[in-house]
């Protein structure tokens, strides 16, 4: 079952979410929903230039094999 939850906004700002989903032709809370969980993911996850970067990098990609030769082997301590 989906939660209810209070959002304190500025006038401004709920007109600006108002007006966007008005443009879209959707409700509110779906338009607030929708924006939320796309900046979730982006933050989650590298996109395809910053993928680059790394895989560039061979001392980080060095290191990170380490590591994760490493984790399986359980060398090493968990930090929290």
């Excluded at 959002?7 to 409700?27: G, H, I, K, M, T």
């Excluded at 680059?52 to 984790?71: C, F, T, V, W």
Aim: overall charge positive; glycine content about 4%; cysteine-free.
């Amino acid at each position: 079952m989906g939660k209810t939850i209070t959002l304190r906004l500025s006038d401004e700002v709920y007109q600006a979410f108002v007006e966007a989903a008005r443009a879209e032709n959707r409700p509110l809370s779906n338009l607030i929903e929708t924006a939320a969980l796309a900046k979730i993911r982006e933050q989650q996850f590298v996109d395809d230039a910053e993928m680059a970067e790394i895989l560039a990098n061979e001392k980080l990609i060095k290191r990170i094999r380490k590591g994760s030769r490493d984790a399986k082997a359980r060398k090493g301590q968990f930090v929290e």
